[in-house]
C-alpha cells in the first residue's frame, strides 16, 4: 500500500507560481511512475503531467507544456509539480497518483494508477 500526501497548493494571481509537493510512503517509490492529474468543479479529472520511476523520462498535457515541470527525488520519495506562468483556467484540485511497476515510461490515462493523494486546491485569480 502507497499513501501519497499532496502539499503546496494556494491562491496565486495569474501569470504566478507555485510548486505543488506529493511525499510517498514505501521503500520501492522509484519503481512507481507518478503523475499529476486535475479536477475542476463540472469536469472530469484530466492528466497533467507523469514521470517515470526513473525519472528518465516525462509526459505532459498540451495545455500545460512549457508551463509545468515534473520531477523526482526518490531519496525522499517525493515528486513535484513546477508550475508557472499560471492561468485561471489552471484552477483546480491537484491529485498525484502512483503507478506501480513502471520504472523507464509513463501513461496518461487515470485507470492505470492504483493510488491518490487527497488533493490540493489550486485557485488563479485573474
Known amino acids: 500500500q502507497v499513501q501519497l500526501v499532496e502539499s503546496g497548493g494556494g491562491l496565486v494571481q495569474a501569470g504566478g507560481s507555485l510548486r505543488l509537493s506529493c511525499a510517498a510512503s514505501?521503500?520501492?517509490?522509484?519503481?512507481?511512475?507518478m503523475g499529476w492529474f486535475r479536477q475542476a468543479p463540472g469536469k472530469e479529472r484530466e492528466f497533467v503531467a507523469a514521470?517515470?520511476?526513473?525519472?528518465?523520462?516525462?509526459s505532459y498535457a498540451d495545455s500545460v507544456k512549457g508551463r509545468f515541470t515534473i520531477s523526482r527525488d526518490n531519496a525522499k520519495n517525493t515528486v513535484y509539480l513546477q508550475m508557472n506562468s499560471l492561468k485561471p483556467e489552471d484552477t483546480a484540485v491537484y491529485y498525484c497518483?502512483?503507478?506501480?511497476?513502471?520504472?523507464?515510461?509513463?501513461?496518461?490515462?487515470?485507470?492505470?494508477?492504483?493510488?491518490w493523494g487527497q488533493g490540493t486546491q489550486v485557485t488563479v485569480s485573474s
Open positions: 514505501g521503500r520501492t517509490f522509484s519503481t512507481y511512475a
Open positions: 514521470i517515470a520511476g526513473s525519472g528518465g523520462s516525462t
Open positions: 497518483a502512483a503507478d506501480p511497476d513502471r520504472r523507464t515510461t509513463t501513461k496518461v490515462i487515470p485507470r492505470y494508477y492504483d493510488y
